[in-house]
Every structure is written in structure tokens, then in C-alpha cells.
């Protein structure tokens, strides 16, 4: 968009300006206006910047109200343009980024007309019409704050490039708050607030001043309570490019309950659990895996619907990965009979280069009946697996059925015991037989606290069921253990 195709508007008051902002860019400035009032509290206490005669009348601590609406309104100057250009986009074309860092300039000449108009309104009431001083401190921050908050101290910031002590103090200020939010609001890992923060403190020198720095290492401790408080607010997850487009609507996903790994409800993974849309017209309703395997396999399609599930397990897991979530992993509850079909080792590392996740943290049910007086095909192309990275879950395993030496000689290092064994004798040794073989123990449809705290005091580290938690969509998975992780 060209400056000439601009649709500029006109406002007459402070609000109306700010409400010409997009509401994403509202809720910014909002946060941008604490961490500023904040690092800018903390600069009056430490003298920041009165060695400049220049710049001495901006930090006196009466201003700290001042220094609040200088973090509000210094992206007034995108209330001038359209709101999809409000947020600088990677893929703008040059042209379209000299229109959007135009705002810096428009801000600062948006900022005078309001507090001119303002003024002057009052001075008609008393009957005069005085041209407004052009010394105003507070006038002069928030126009200093609207133009020159993108500058850096090294010279390589817009509009201008001034660098060093050239920038006003409040806009160094501003500049820092501002790139502070936006890294710790992208929430790119399960500590953003000390990425973040780290980062600022590693380009001391260049983007920042170093003198500023040392003040905004003081006000730590107060750089997060303004992020504690707009945490919930902030949540973005990473973006991740999915193999599966999930669809509102689609016959078929998945939706996930955590696993839990002590009697406290530490969650350590998730259960991903089939479901499919209801053969009869019952809409909300959804049939599960064990209800249409006969179909599935009558009609020659557990292949399809197994990488199905395949791949949006791992855009799931992908996600995790990237938001660096301390998990161990999913367990995807497989159809039996895709065990059945011939060696699909290919097609895995087909999947695996499509989505580069960790392999081993995708734990694939394979059902123990399965594998009791299975044929040598069937063993062999379990034992290929397991060797080339496939984590397979041993699943329903009672203790006895298949002895310890014939899991490990197949390859498991993962099972999970059947429900019905939880309350038979012997079981506490039959678990602590296998983490003595290095054999991570997982537990299913646990639904009482009780037989959690047993079944952690004996040994299993992997505890799914009802009471480990409520089922939800890979959406809620993400959110969810984003902010348990904050809070922990």
C-alpha cells in the first residue's frame, strides 16, 4: 500500500486515537506502559542520564505518570493506517515496510496535534487563544517516546539512526520495555521471562545502553511481577507448520489426557486417543478405535487411518518440541492390526524426516495378545522396529504371560501394565522385576488415588487414567502445559 492509498483519519481526542489501534497493539502498549513506568522509576533513583544537561529535566520521579502514558501512546502513529498494517510482517515487501515505519514520525506529529488541540480548547474557554510552549517536558517525552523508541544505541534503529546519548532518555526506555515484551511474549519456550531477559542483557553495548542495562538488571524483581500479571494475556505458541490440517469438522483426530508421574499429578506425557465422527447421523458424538476396528480392517484401511493418527501425533509432538515443553512424550494408542501389515520401517522414516521430532518420544501401543504365540514375521519386524528407534509400548501386559527375558530379547524398554493386575498379588515385585530390567513401567485407567499412590511406590512412572487428568484437543495440551510450566 502506497502513502497515497492511505485512509488517514482524524481524531480529536487521546482515546480515539488509541482506539484506532488494533487490539493486539492495545494490549501491547498496555504492558509496554508498565514496564516502562517501572525501568523508568528505577532510572530517576539512579540518576540515569543527568550527567546530559539536555536530557536532565526528563528524569525527576514526579514524572513516573508521564512516563506511563509515554509507553501507552508511543504507537499512536499506527492508528493512521489500516490495522493489517498495525504489525510488521517477516514477509512485507521494502515498500510496505517504509509505509509501516512511517508511524514513528506520523506518532510523534499525532501526539503534538492532540496536546495542542486540547490546550487550545481550554484556552477558548478562557477566552484566549495562546500559542502552547514547545518546552513542555511531558509534552516532549511522549513525542520523543512516539518517534524515537525504535532507535538503538548503536546507530542502527529507525527513523533517524541516532545513536548513543542523541536518543532521549524516555525513548531508550520505551525502546528497551517494548523489546522486552515482545520476546517474552512470544513464549517460545517454558521460560520466556529469562530468555528474554538474558537476551537484553547480552546486547548491552550495542542495541541498548549500557548504563540503562545496569539499571533494568536492578528491576528484575519488578519486570516480572508486570509479567506475572499480564501472563495469561500474553500466551502465543510458536508457530509450527503441521502435516495434518485438523479441520473443524473432520472424521477423524485425536485429543489427548496427561500422564501423570507421582501420586502429586506431575504430569510427564500425554495418551493421545483416537476418535472418529459417529457412523450414525448423531452429530457431537464420536465413536472410538476398539469400536470400529472390525470396519477399519474389513475395509482395507488401517494403514491410512494409522499414519493418520501417525502424523498428528507428531505435529503435536512438534509443537511440544518447539515450545521446549519438559514432557517424555505421547503414547498414541495404535490399531493391533497395523502390526499385521508387512515392515512399515520405510514409512517411518519417511514420517520422521516429514516432521523432525525426537522419535523416541513417541511411544506406540502394540498390544501384548498380539505378540503371544506371534509368528516369527510378526517378532522380527517388532525387533526391526524397536532396533532402528521405534518406541514401541508393550500394552496390557500381565506379568508371567511373557517373561522378562523374551521382552528384552524382542527390545521393549517400555510396557504397560493391564488394568486388572493393579490389585493382584505379587504385583508390587512384578513391577520392581522390571525397572530392575530397565523396563519403564506404565499404568492405564488408574481411577482412584489410592491405587496411584501404590502403583508410584512400587515403581511405574507413567500413570494414565481419569484421575490424572480432563481429555482435551491438542490445543488445550499446549496451553495447559505452558502455563503449568510458568507456574512452576
Known sequence: MSEQEWQRKEYNTWDEAFRGLAPIVRQQSVRIAEYTQTIYTAACSASYAKRSGE?????????????????????????????????????????????????????????????????????KRKGTAEEIPTKNIPWLMIRESCEQHMERYNGSGYPDGLSGDNISPIARIVGLAKEFDRLSAERRSEHPFEEAYETLIKESGTFWDPELIEIFKKCEKNCRAVYDKFVHYTMQIPETIPLVVKREGRPLGLRYRPIVTDKNGTVGGYEAIPWFGAIANRPGETESAADLEDMIKRTGIVNDVSYYFLYEATDTLLRMQNCKLQTSGIVLNMLPQFYKQSSQLQNFETLFENQPVDRTKLFLTIPESLLVGATKTLEENVSRYLRNGIALLLDGYHPGTLEISKIKELGFDNVRLAPDTYDKPGINDAIRALTDNKIRVFCADVTDPQTLEWLTVCGAEMIC????????????????????????
Not at 487414567?465 to 512452576?488: F, H, K, M, W, Y
Open 55 to 123: 536530557w536532565e529535566s526528563r528524569m525527576h520521579g514526579q514524572l513516573t505518570e508521564t512516563a506511563y502514558k509515554c509507553g501507552l501512546y508511543h504507537q499512536l502513529g499506527k492508528a493512521l493506517v489500516p490495522p493489517e498494517y498495525q504489525i510488521w510482517q517477516k514477509d512485507f515487501s521494502a515498500e510496505e515496510t517504509e509505509v509501516y515505519r512511517k508511524y514513528t514520525k506520523a506518532g510523534r506529529l499525532l501526539a503534538a496535534k492532540l496536546q495542542e488541540k486540547g490546550a487550545r480548547e481550554k484556552e
Open 465 to 488: 487414567g481419569p484421575l490424572a487428568g480432563v481429555i482435551t484437543d491438542e490445543d488445550g495440551l499446549i496451553r495447559d502445559s505452558l502455563l503449568r510450566e510458568e507456574q512452576q
